[in-house]
């Protein structure tokens, strides 16, 4: 190991955070216009050019304000809870590859922090770790809101969890590896959202409910638990909290975009000519943010369109929908490759997500004409 | 390939660095005049009654078990789905036959109610 | 315009000899029935007569003659005309008067009230406490002979605010003056509620219990409010919880209590005009048609043929902003981010629009007037109506109908979710939407009409269901109905004067009590006022829909999950203003 190792961990880890930092700053107002747009107002355009300063502004007001410590709070994990959500957040987007390999300065550079082969495994495990932070906070506040916020957040991550992690195993099956970079490879020709699109759907759904986005925003739901787990908290504190939530949506959809939309790669009709990956591989970057904000923007236009689950229902849906749903589309994809029938799988993932939907449609009938 | 692990530290150490800072910022600018109302815990306004957190609803604990006992079953799914082509028919057959007594305990647990929150 | 009902002929005093007697005050209607008989003459009053729907109840503090009345307001939920009676006890302390609770459940809260206020002790009541002021206050604030700390005198206008023509704020005058009294060793800078809580926690039920198979889990008790973002304002709602569901519920109000109705009684008659926007901020409008309506009626002077119409069309456009409104805050409570509540905030927009051209005020209208409105109604604003109600309001209901009604999330939160029988809703005493969505088409614009509603061509809404779906769909319904109605009245509305009155500052009100009642968009908002022939009003009691709908809330809420306690509240269509009044 030599020291321009190490540098070019610490560049790339610098980059990656920066990038997450300004993207976070930035997506907290690209989500208030499109909100503001979609809701027949302006919206923050005050501050700079179109309110381009809102974030900056945003910050300096949330470092100068007060920040209460309630005096029933356990100190240390309080302070600790918030830190604590952030680095998972963050360190989720390690294995993301930005953009094909790249010779620079003599050496192949890698476009991800780090190139590990257990990419999936590497993503679900730190995945699961982002809920302690806020189950942390919920139960150090010693406030009613905050537990009941930190209990159903556990709860509802650890049952998306599982059919989170079945995507992964989909991802994994159809790419035959768990390197991040092989599965962008992989989808060359054709992206897995088309290859499993009920999987790709269910991968959204759930990542929807792994980063507490609406409709599936429980552990902060406003009108019933005021602001859930971080009640109690005020000022950077309370923005350390923001600031994870917006990064997981984008390091998540980072990731939905490596998993399911091809990643960095091109979209196939433009393979061989010269917007292609292959050709220049700055283009992956761009490929892949455009991915990522098309994929911000549909989180966002959810918020904007969908009233919350309830909490049962929410539950329900996780373990008793999408759990064996799931699990019927990883022996279905096997199959299909087994049988070396690509069509298999689309056709067949199709018809799972088909059934499900009916099964549902005639539970919920049956239910409401019992009562 | 451990060293790529180092790289992930790295950035760990970075966040951990940035969180801290921003912690830091915080209480360093932030004006400081605590009251004995301010700082009790917050309930919609008034005095809470009873302590914050205590024994809850025992479904928590049913999913958290429940949890576990998925969790493990989709960890052998992983090593599974990547040995899957070496492993051909033989394997798939042997997944499904591993996941039969899953499935009817999942079953179970359905029937039984573990599963409603109602 | 009704036709009289025959139990009217029925002659109640000789059913009851010697208890019950005819009120022959002049005018006054009605029957007196002495307290201890009271009981048995309700039970006959709803079973017999059929009376089933009691709508108001309010104490009225008689202090020349010493003796405190408590006044009963009831209806059939078939319609027609009701029957008032009073009972009364000597104004010495107890006044001890038996409770109907358990003849119609729905005087829960106007009986607390009644106590509250007036110190009528109501026996029987099976959670008598406080409900307006907190516990611990001392004393009856709408008693005659109550005075508050900044006390000047028993009415309007006060002569010592202008001793030379110049005016001086009381407060001013004496800041803690002579007549704020607190108790020794009593500072107010350091008081905290805690001890009025007492009462309140003691009403939950028991907040512990054990699952058959002995695993013990706690029930925690949360305070929804008065601090809250969904308890549409400063509105309380202390829940039992055990992990997400409710366990037992009380509400809580008061916090925008400013006695509504003292203040009303020191008021001249029309200054209580513009004080009525103040109660339901969002239909002022209906609001000064129920005062109007009450003292019309004891004046017994007719409304002008153009206000009239005027009137309907105001009402139906208040009704249809208030349902659009309520809809999209709904929404808001199952979680939807503001989308739809600021979809029906651009509608709202328009119709304040109109309300603003011909009151000059977009929701403190202050528009009705003895025998009519204030303004006509200009060509311009016309259009603006005409162009509303003929092409755009309709569009855009059928625009929010699309939108939300099939909706998978939307449908599941709703349905079948704190179902209320037509049987429970008569037996609450709720009113309005609340009551039409559990199947009782009783709407008193057709059971009971006032104004000019029986020319118009309009079915009374209702859904058979009474869940949350079914108070979702409701206002659809009405929101349709009324621009069925006010295309009929753009299209009638007859030139001519406004008002059959001259405009004058005093109004001469004959002695003599009476209840007007309209259909406002929340419910019934009735007004029970009594004159006794002086500038003010002796007695002026607001029953309003948000706090007689409430009475219902811990019925329907005991079993739901907490986030559907906030979809049901949001649902009862509460505005603080004229719940805490």
């Known amino acids: 190991m030599d020291w321009t190792l190490f540098l070019e961990w610490l560049i790339k880890s610098l980059i990656v955070v920066l990038m997450l930092l300004v993207g976070f700053a930035y997506l907290t107002l690209f989500e208030r216009r499109v909100l503001a747009f979609m809701q027949v107002r302006i919206g923050p355009n005050r501050a700079g050019w179109q309110g381009v300063l809102q974030p900056v502004a945003d910050a300096i007001k949330l470092i100068f304000k007060e920040e209460l410590t309630p005096g029933q709070v356990f100190q240390p994990l309080f302070t600790l809870a918030p830190i604590i959500t952030v680095i998972p957040a963050v360190v989720v987007a390690a294995v993301i590859p930005w953009g094909p390999d790249v010779e620079l300065f003599g050496r192949t550079i890698k476009l991800a922090v780090a190139d590990l082969n257990l990419g999936t495994l590497y993503v679900a495990a730190v995945a699961s770790i982002a809920v302690y932070g806020i189950v942390l906070a919920g139960w150090s506040s010693n406030n009613k809101y905050a537990m009941l916020g930190g209990l159903r957040s556990s709860a509802q991550v650890i049952s998306y969890e599982l059919s989170l992690a079945l995507c992964f195993v989909l991802v994994t099956l159809m790419a035959g590896s768990m390197h991040a970079g092989e599965i962008v490879e992989a989808q060359r020709g054709l992206w897995f959202i088309v290859l499993q699109p009920v999987g790709g759907i269910v991968f959204l759904i759930a990542t929807l409910a792994e980063v507490n986005r609406a409709p599936f925003d429980m552990p902060e739901a406003e009108q019933e638990l005021t602001a859930g787990y971080h009640s109690e908290y005020s000022g950077m504190k309370f923005a350390l909290f923001f600031m994870a939530e917006y990064i997981k949506m984008i390091a998540i959809s980072a990731i939905a975009a490596t998993f399911y939309f091809g990643g960095y790669r091109e979209p196939w009709f433009l393979a061989g000519t010269w917007l292609s990956v292959d050709v220049n591989w700055w283009l992956g970057p761009i490929y892949m943010l455009i991915k990522v904000t098309a994929l911000l923007f549909f989180m966002v236009w959810i918020r904007a369109t969908l009233p919350r689950m309830r909490y049962d229902r929410l539950m329900a849906f996780g373990w008793k929908v999408l759990l064996p749903l799931m699990l019927v589309l990883v022996f279905v994809t096997a199959v299909g490759i087994l049988a070396e029938a690509w069509w298999l799988i689309p056709v067949l993932s199709l018809a799972a997500g088909a059934v499900a939907v009916f099964l549902v449609n005639q539970a919920l009938t049956k239910k409401w004409q019992r009562r | ?118 | 315009m009704a036709t009289p009902a025959p139990t009217d002929t029925l002659d109640l005093a000789a059913r009851f000899p010697g208890a019950v007697t005819p009120d022959t005050r002049p005018g006054y209607t009605g029957w007196v029935v002495t307290p201890e008989k009271l009981l048995e003459f309700a039970q006959f009053v709803r079973d017999e007569l059929g009376y089933d729907y009691l709508v108001n109840l309010c104490a009225v503090d008689y202090l020349p003659e010493d003796r405190m009345e408590v006044v009963y307001n009831v209806f059939k939920t078939t319609g027609g005309p009701g029957l008032t009676f009073k009972t009364w006890a000597p104004r010495k302390d107890p006044i001890e008067i038996p409770s109907v609770v358990s003849i119609w459940p729905g005087a829960d809260f106007q009986e607390r009230e009644a106590w509250d206020l007036y110190g009528v002790r109501f026996t029987g009541h099976p959670d008598l406490r406080r409900i307006l002021m907190w516990e611990g206050f001392e004393g009856h604030p709408m008693r005659k002979d109550w005075q508050e700390p900044f006390y000047d005198e028993d009415v309007k206008p006060f002569k010592r605010r202008w001793p030379d023509g110049k005016h001086v704020y009381a407060e001013k005058r004496s800041v803690y003056g002579d007549n704020v009294y607190f108790k020794p060793g009593f500072d107010p800078e350091k008081w905290t509620p805690t001890d009025p809580e007492e009462a309140l926690y003691k009403s939950l039920k028991k907040y512990k219990t054990e699952t058959s198979d002995g695993i013990e889990t706690d029930h925690i008790i949360v305070n929804m409010g008065p601090q809250h973002p969904s308890t549409h304002g400063v509105f309380r709602a202390v829940v039992v919880l055990d992990g997400e569901t409710v366990v037992s519920l009380k509400p809580v109000m008061g916090y925008l209590h400013r006695n509504h109705e003292k203040i009303g009684e020191r008021n001249t008659w029309l200054q209580n005009m513009p004080y009525t926007d103040r109660l339901d901020y969002f239909n002022s409008m209906t609001n000064n048609w129920g005062y109007a309506l009450a003292v019309e009626k004891l004046m017994g002077i007719p409304v002008a043929e153009r206000a009239e119409y005027i009137r309907v069309i105001m009402a139906e456009l208040s009704r249809i902003q208030n349902h659009l409104i309520l809809i999209g805050m709904l929404l808001n409570d199952l979680g939807a981010y503001f989308t739809p509540a600021l979809y029906a905030f651009e509608e709202r927009e328009l119709i304040l629009d109109v309300f603003e051209a011909v009151s000059g005020s977009r929701m403190m209208c202050n528009y009705f007037r003895f025998g009519g409105v204030v303004r006509d109604i200009d060509e311009d604003s016309m259009k603006k109506i005409r162009d509303l109600v003929f092409d755009r309001l309709p569009r855009k209901i059928e625009e929010f109908d699309h939108l939300l009604t099939e909706n998978e999330i939307i449908v599941s939160r709703l349905k079948g979710v704190a179902p209320l029988s037509a049987e429970e809703a008569i037996a609450y005493s709720m009113a309005g939407p609340m009551l039409r969505a559990s199947g009782v088409p009783y709407d008193i614009r057709r059971a009971d009409p006032y104004g000019i509603y029986d020319r118009f061509d309009f079915d009374v809404a209702v859904r058979y269901n009474g869940d949350m779906y079914d108070r979702y769909l409701i206002r659809l319904d009405e929101m349709h109905q009324s621009i069925r109605i006010l295309q009929q009245a753009v299209k009638g509305i007859p030139e001519g004067p406004i008002s059959s009155q001259k405009p004058s500052y005093t109004t001469k009100v004959p002695p003599g009590e009476s209840y007007g009642r309209v259909e406002g968009p929340k419910g019934e908002l009735g007004f029970y006022i009594v004159s006794t022939g002086k500038p003010n009003p002796w007695r002026y009691h607001v029953r309003t829909p948000s706090f007689v709908n409430l009475t219902a809330l811990e019925k329907m809420c005991v079993g739901t999950k907490i986030a559907d306690f906030v979809a049901i509240l949001g649902a009862v269509d509460i505005v603080l203003g004229e719940l805490d009044r």
């Open chain 2, 1 to 118: 390939m451990l060293l790529e692990y180092a790289a992930i530290a790295t950035m760990i150490l970075v966040t951990a660095l940035v969180a801290v800072i921003a912690v830091v910022l915080g209480s360093l600018f932030g004006p400081k005049r605590p009251h004995a109302r301010k700082l009790l815990p917050y309930e919609s306004g008034m005095t809470p009654i009873g302590p914050g957190t205590r024994r809850v609803p025992v479904r928590f604990y049913l999913i958290a078990v429940l949890f576990i006992l998925f969790d493990i079953e989709i960890i052998f799914f992983l090593p599974w789905a990547i040995a899957f082509r070496e492993l051909g028919w033989y394997g798939f057959w042997a997944m499904v036959v591993f996941n039969i007594p899953i499935l009817i305990g999942f079953i179970y647990e359905w029937k039984k109610g573990g599963l409603e929150w109602e």
